[in-house]
C-alpha cells in the first residue's frame, strides 16, 4: 500500500485546509486510518483517527472540536478537515494505515506511513 498525502499549505490563523490521502491497494476499506503531525522539534503525534467503515473516530485533544476525519472508501481516500488553524497547528503531517480494522491511535498499531505534507499556519 501506497499513502500519498496532499492538501497542505501555508494558511493565517483561524484558517483552514483539507488534506486528502489517496491509498492505493485494495486493503483501503478494511484497515483503520489516521494522520499524524510532527511540528519542528517535536516529537510525531496523533491527530485523528477513524475506523474501516468511517462510524468511528477520535481525535487528540488539542484539535478537538477544530479538525474532521472522514473517508471515502469508494475513492480510496481519507481526509481532514482542519478549521480555526493555530500557529501550532504547524507541521508536518502524514498519513497512516492502521494494522486492524480499528481506529489507530498509537505508532505501535501504524502498517503503513505516508509522506507528509507540510502545513504552515503563520499570518
Known amino acids: 500500500v501506497q499513502l500519498q498525502a496532499f492538501g497542505g499549505g501555508l494558511v493565517q490563523p483561524e484558517g483552514s485546509l483539507r488534506l486528502s490521502c489517496a491509498a492505493s491497494g485494495r486493503t483501503f476499506s478494511n484497515n483503520g486510518m489516521g494522520w499524524f503531525r510532527q511540528a519542528p522539534g517535536k516529537e510525531r503525534e496523533f491527530v485523528a483517527g477513524i475506523n474501516w467503515t468511517g462510524g468511528m473516530t477520535d481525535y487528540s485533544d488539542s484539535v478537538k472540536g477544530r479538525f474532521t476525519i472522514s473517508r471515502d472508501n469508494a475513492k480510496n481516500t481519507v481526509y481532514l478537515q482542519t478549521s480555526s488553524l493555530k500557529p501550532e497547528d504547524t507541521a508536518v503531517y502524514y498519513c497512516?494505515?492502521?494494522?486492524?480494522?480499528?481506529?489507530?491511535?498509537?505508532?505501535?498499531?501504524?502498517?503503513?506511513w505516508g509522506q507528509g505534507t507540510l502545513v504552515t499556519v503563520s499570518s
Open positions: 497512516v494505515q492502521s494494522l486492524g480494522p480499528s481506529v489507530v491511535t498509537q505508532r505501535s498499531a501504524i502498517r503503513y
